[in-house]
């Protein structure tokens, strides 16, 4: 949610409604999260006011919301006041706690067999109640669907007809959303309630991992719906016919909801929860607060008007999202609140990733999971393991730890060797006596080449209990220790609380020499897991809208920003000389690497496994792409690529018990730096270095607090990371050695996804 602006009602219905904040806007007008006089959380749309002036627009308004008024049922989220002649005209609908169907799938990717006919079942029952009173939807998506704890709702139903012949439908606003219309929408055909049953055959295909008609372009799709036979490969085969139904060509072979229903066979899950695990932990913990709050602990999806045919900067992981999506927004668990969103496995990178649409029903944020930092305070509940951004994609699940490990001074570097197993001392004594014996090893080999100074820097040091890390092997100890970086951090700098369940995401530039980031893309969607080009002329970031998740590039200054291609979401990666990008997509329902070319948009697959791939990242000398695999149901390790032969299998570098994500190269090629363990248990997340032949892994950060997401510097001499919980992202530096920790963020936004070069 973001705050009100100048200009903006703070209440309407002579005060029944108190305005607490914007959750999106969209071609209809504003919407905003709101309070009746009782304390009940509400979603209320104000209508543009010059669209109130539009000839018969009002009458068929009122038209509208009185039908809508009549939709029971319950599976929709109902209308439960409005004034459709107020200056300006307004809506109020019920509030339902839940994330949209479209954050869900960004965070798990696809649904399970039962859970899918339980969806089923419900947006059905919701299309016959809205049918029954005479009502078309129009705009059938996963953004207007929530997914509640007991059920999913539709929303938003009832008023795409009021803008028919406005001047925003006049001047080329589409009602409905590309890739949800029916083949009659797109050929000006008789609208009837058969073009919700279209859309909620591609809504269960996407559901089930698919895309029925592909994820290109808008024109494209637009001509696979009107021409050519859906892609039902990712369906359930006892779903196939039913679904395949829905997407006939010829409206009147669709079935109606209830004979939909009929045919339907639901299957529900054991136990009480229909939702698989991984979705569930998006599902709000509490109620919202029955007292009105300058910052509900609500946040709020609102539900989503219709957006132009046209790519757009206007909509919503890790990385997501989902850092992140998101897309997003996968496996990392630890969002990438730095990679996840959209459409990827659930992790990181999206929301969530996943932006708030206009429109839809307000949405809770999820509780944080993280154990407490010094900077972060502890949320109560721990998030559990998933896919981020990723718009961020929940962590893994737990796998038996290894049996820490202690440094022994040989020389100027430190050597590990595997500590007793006879006794286990408590986890923070452990921390606390290998830290003190790394320092002195650190400064025993210093002092005795002369070279230990003390040099204060701009920013105080970490104090955060990290341990630190042993120098890369065959590094040399420098003649003074490495001045910090100078040149600009990209970052995705949070506008409002919500990670990653709702993304509001912003690209943003941090400099060395300015305590606050400067924004360089701006809007409604969610934008994530910016990477600088190799020639720092221009960046690429994850953006997740109402049309899907796609990689964009954009001038270092922001402006200019281009859609490149689709994608799943999660992190995209540079090509050496800048015309390709590793990117993650969907093929037959698995998550595969792809290498798309930035002036076309054309792509190549490279990856054919059975396995989930994620975080792409190009080697300096262009021969690898580094990639996480998925070695087993709760496992990831670093895995290299041959883009040039992908038909040779992955060769793997990391070998942990747990998992192993966000890989980044050293701009030498030499190293990775990746993040490592599982979230919410143990040290929640650790940032580590491996050579990249595998040997030599060790911890670079490692503490208490879940860090995460590494990029180095453009000379190799400085790490920086996220720490703490996937709600409240800080980002942090520390050299190559180890030394030095400071803190880069400031202000109380979250910040994730740093990109350094």
């Known amino acids: 949610m973001k705050p009100l602006e100048a200009g903006d009602p703070t209440s309407v219905g002579e005060g029944r409604y108190r305005l607490l904040g914007r ?5 209809m007008g504003v919407v905003y999260l709101g309070r009746s ?19 018969g627009f009002k009458r068929r308004f009122a038209d509208e919301v009185a039908a809508s008024r009549r939709v029971g049922g319950f599976h929709t989220a109902p209308v439960v006041d409005a004034d459709p002649d107020g200056d300006p005209a307004w809506l109020v609908t019920a509030f339902v706690p839940g994330p949209t169907l479209q954050a869900v799938l960004a965070r798990v990717g696809s649904l399970p067999l039962d859970t899918l006919t339980v969806l089923a079942a419900g947006l059905a029952e919701a299309l016959e109640a809205i049918h029954r009173v005479g009502v078309i939807h129009r705009d059938l998506k996963p953004a207007n669907i929530i997914v509640a704890e007991d059920g999913p709702r539709v929303i938003d139903f009832g008023i795409a007809r009021a803008l028919d012949g406005t001047a925003l439908t006049q001047t080329g606003l589409q009602i409905g959303t590309p890739g949800f219309l029916a083949p009659e929408q797109l050929t000006g055909g008789t609208v009837t309630p058969a073009v919700d049953m279209f859309a909620l055959g591609v809504v269960l295909t996407q559901a089930a991992g698919g895309s029925p008609f592909g994820d290109g372009p808008s024109a494209a799709r637009h001509y696979m719906v009107v021409h050519e036979e859906p892609d039902l490969t990712a369906v359930p085969g006892e779903l196939r016919g039913l679904i395949g139904a829905c997407l006939s060509k010829d409206p009147d072979s669709r079935p109606t909801p209830t004979s939909f229903l009929s045919s339907l066979t639901v299957r529900h ?10 979705a569930s932990q998006l599902l709000p913990r509490q109620e919202p607060a029955a007292q009105p709050s300058p910052e509900p602990t609500a946040q709020p999806t609102a539900p989503d008007t219709p957006v132009p045919d046209t790519p757009a900067l206007d909509t919503p992981a890790r990385n997501t999202p989902a850092q992140n999506a998101p897309a997003l927004n996968t496996p990392s668990g630890i969002p990438s609140a ?15 990733q996943n932006a708030t649409p206009v429109g839809s029903t307000p949405v809770l944020g999820s509780p944080a999971r993280n154990a407490p930092s010094p900077d972060v305070t502890a949320p109560d509940t721990a998030r ?16 038996p730890q290894p049996q820490p490990q202690l440094p022994t001074v040989t020389g100027p570097a430190a050597v590990l060797t595997p500590a007793p197993t006879q006794v286990q001392e408590p986890a923070e004594e452990r921390s606390r006596r290998r830290r003190a014996v790394i320092a002195a090893a650190l400064v025993v080999s210093l002092a005795a080449a002369g070279l230990f100074v003390w ?6 040091p970490g104090d955060s209990g990290k341990s630190g890390a042993i120098a890369p092997t065959g590094s040399a100890a420098a003649p003074s220790p490495a001045p910090f970086p100078d040149g600009p951090l990209l970052i995705r700098q949070d506008t409002a609380p919500g990670w990653p369940g709702t993304c509001h995401g912003v690209i943003a530039r941090r400099d060395p020499t300015a305590d606050a980031p400067v924004r360089l893309v701006t809007g409604s969607a969610c934008d994530v897991l910016p990477q600088w080009s190799p020639d720092r002329k221009s960046f690429a970031f994850t953006r997740t809208t109402a049309e899907g998740t796609a990689v964009w590039t954009a001038d270092a200054d922001g402006s200019n920003p281009r859609r490149v291609a689709p994608i799943a979401g999660g992190r995209v990666s540079w090509s050496p000389d800048g015309s390709r990008l590793a990117v993650l997509r969907k093929k037959d329902g698995v998550q595969q690497l792809f290498a798309v070319d930035v002036a076309d948009g054309s792509a190549r697959q490279l990856t054919f496994g059975t396995g989930q791939v994620e975080d792409p990242a190009w080697s300096p000398d262009g021969k690898h792409i580094a990639v996480c695999l998925q070695t087993e149901p709760e496992n990831w390790q670093v895995h290299l690529v041959d883009p040039a032969s992908p038909d040779r299998a992955p060769e793997q570098v990391t070998r942990l018990p747990h998992p192993a994500l966000d890989p980044v190269w050293s701009p030498d090629g030499k190293t990775f730096a990746y993040t490592a363990g599982t979230y919410g248990k143990g040290t929640q997340g650790d940032i580590r270095l491996v050579g990249a032949d595998g040997t030599g892994d060790r911890d670079l950060v490692a503490t208490d607090a879940h860090e995460m997401d590494p990029t180095w510097s453009a000379d190799g001499t400085w790490v920086a990371f996220v720490r703490g919980p996937y709600e409240k992202p800080v980002i942090w530096a520390v050299r190559a050695d180890g030394s030095d920790e400071r803190k880069l963020t400031t202000g109380s936004s979250g910040e994730g996804h740093p990109s350094w070069r």
């Open 269 to 278: 899950p054991a136990g009480d929860n229909w939702l698989p695990d991984a």
């Open 455 to 460: 040099q204060p820097w701009k920013g105080s």
């Open 338 to 352: 730095q990679n996840t969103p959209v459409g990827s496995t659930p992790g990181r990178d999206t929301p969530a």
């Open 384 to 399: 559990p393991a998933g896919a981020e951004p990723r718009t961020e994609r929940p962590r893994p699940q737990p796998q």
């Open 37 to 55: 006089r009782s304390g009940r959380a509400v979603a209320v749309k104000v209508v543009r006011p010059e669209l109130c002036s539009e000839p």
């Open 23 to 27: 959750l999106g806007q969209g071609g």
